[in-house]
């Protein structure tokens, strides 16, 4: 099983940046991919991006290409710089990691960590 703890939420103004860090332990061997999602109230929880574990490959979601900058470190942490933040981005964002099949495969999701932008 693998534990992710994120941090970094707030409030913020429209224009604004945060940065959100998603820290994965437990059984890290074998995670090939972390990334982040968002649920806005009333709405189903969507992609906003995600990484492989080498870092090289990176997805975004339309609404976000160009304002936030997914990374992460070789010690197990992934993150999400939000810059030019819009009232439209409040929502819980949520961490994920995945597995590789050979080594058990599964998803984890973190706790979760409010961003709100205000106008």
């Known amino acids: 099983q693998v534990q992710l ?4 939420g707030g409030l913020v103004q429209a224009g ?3 940065r959100l860090s998603c820290a994965a332990s437990g059984s890290i061997f074998g995670i090939n991919t972390m990334g982040w999602y968002r649920q806005a109230p009333g709405k189903q929880r969507e992609l906003v991006a995600t990484i492989t574990s080498s870092g090289i490959y990176k997805n975004y979601a339309d609404s976000v290409k160009g ?3 997914i990374s992460n470190n070789a010690r197990n942490t992934v993150f999400l710089q939000m810059n030019s933040l819009k009232p439209e981005d409040t929502a819980v964002y949520y961490c994920n990691a995945n597995r590789d099949s050979l080594y058990g495969g599964g998803s984890s999701w973190g706790q979760g960590t409010q961003v709100t932008v205000s106008s």
Request: aromatic share 10%.
């Open 67 to 69: 304002r936030f900058t």
């Open 5 to 8: 703890v994120e941090s970094g």
């Open 16 to 18: 604004g940046s945060l």
